[in-house]
């Protein structure tokens, strides 16, 4: 069955940019049938789509933060990635890689283990 | 953005009690209404989705209603293991939004 793992840099400081990578498994980024998704988790704010991308490489970024973010889709390496540029200590958060079926109910049905980042000043 | 507003933030219950959460959209997302149930130092897992469709596996005493703005879930007879927080999320608009959450703790 599918498994996201997110990989990357636990600590990054005030201003510079937050990376990470989602490495799939158990299954082909190619597919028609899932978006890809970053979402993150803070104690103050709660849940947060980031944005998501799907296998052609189109992309959907939260307003909020699309001035800030890419995701990209690496088929050859079966992973997506999150860059994140400028980042203040509000960015500090868990970082999930995640799943969405293409459906007429979408749901969040896979979810990486999460990604700890801190952002120092 | 569609603002979900979730009440109460928290609530204390008893093995056996029937709880209800209740979730509020600030526009309509038809029926287009996921809730999810997260346990510390776990990711959330879906429970329901499009309002009232019980995910595969999912124990037949969580239930979920409403249209519109305004849902509802509903756990009759709580168990030990459903003490843990509780999101609800709306995929009508983008972006999808999550609600803050309802955390069910032991009274």
């Known amino acids: 069955h599918l498994q996201l793992q997110e990989s990357g840099p636990g600590l990054v400081k005030s201003s510079e940019t937050l990376s990470l990578t989602c ?22 704010e709660g849940l947060e789509l ?16 699309a001035s800030r973010v890419t ?29 969405a079926a293409v459906d007429l109910y ?9 990604a700890t980042v801190t952002v120092s000043s | 953005d569609i603002q979900m507003t979730q009440s109460p ?32 130092g776990t990711t959330p897992t879906v429970l329901i989705y499009g309002t009232s469709i019980l995910q595969s596996g999912v124990p037949s005493r969580f239930s979920g209603s409403g249209i519109g703005t305004d849902f509802s879930l509903t756990i009759s007879g709580l168990q030990p293991e459903d003490f843990a927080t509780y999101y609800c999320q709306q995929t009508y608009g983008s972006p999808w939004t999550f609600g803050r959450g309802t955390r069910v703790e032991i009274e």
């Open chain 1, 23 to 44: 490495a799939v498994s158990g299954g082909s980024l190619v597919t028609s049938s899932y978006y890809w998704a970053w979402i993150r988790q803070t104690p103050g």
């Open chain 1, 106 to 114: 979408s749901y969040i049905d896979v979810w990486g283990k999460g």
């Open chain 2, 9 to 40: 933030s928290s609530l204390s219950a008893s093995v056996g009690d029937t709880v209800t959460i209740t979730c509020r959209a600030s526009h309509t997302v038809t029926n287009y209404l996921n809730w999810y149930q997260q346990k510390p």
């Open chain 1, 71 to 99: 995701i990209s889709i690496d088929t050859s390496k079966n992973h997506f990635s999150l860059k994140l540029t400028s980042v203040t200590a509000a960015d500090t958060a868990v970082y999930y890689c995640a799943t």
């Open chain 1, 50 to 65: 980031i944005g998501n991308i799907y296998h052609t490489g189109s992309t959907y970024y939260n307003p909020s933060l």
